[in-house]
């Protein structure tokens, strides 16, 4: 079926910024809707930002006006640029693809902030 391989998590400071990819492969890469998903500590996952194939974008309110989600050209690859990063965005990030009526899930990546 494929699968999906994000990178770009770490640690960084309150106000820094860090910029995270996923790259899909297999039968799930393509024109999909494809984002973003994140799980802090004793929370249930929460979406973060999708982008629809022919590029509408979406995002929570809690990131929109400090996060842009894009994808390549190929629509293999979807990018989430996260600036003015706070402790609050601590938490494992998770790419999506939306595929046959169903998300498609990575391994996710660890993004902590703090001090």
């Known amino acids: 079926q494929g699968q999906l391989v994000e990178s770009g998590g770490g640690l960084v400071q309150p106000g820094g910024s860090l910029r995270l990819s996923c790259t899909a492969s297999g039968r799930i890469s393509g024109v999909n809707t494809m984002g973003w998903h994140r799980q802090a500590p004793d929370n249930e996952r929460e979406f973060v930002a999708g982008i629809v194939p022919g590029g509408t974008t979406r995002y929570a309110d809690s990131v929109k006006d400090r996060f842009h989600i894009s994808r390549d050209r190929s629509m293999t690859t979807v990018y989430l640029q996260m600036d003015d990063l706070q402790p609050e965005d601590t938490a494992v990030y998770y790419c999506?693809?939306?595929?046959?009526?169903?998300?498609?899930w990575g391994q996710g990546t660890q993004v902590t902030v703090s001090s």
């Open positions: 999506y693809t939306f595929y046959r009526g169903r998300n498609i």
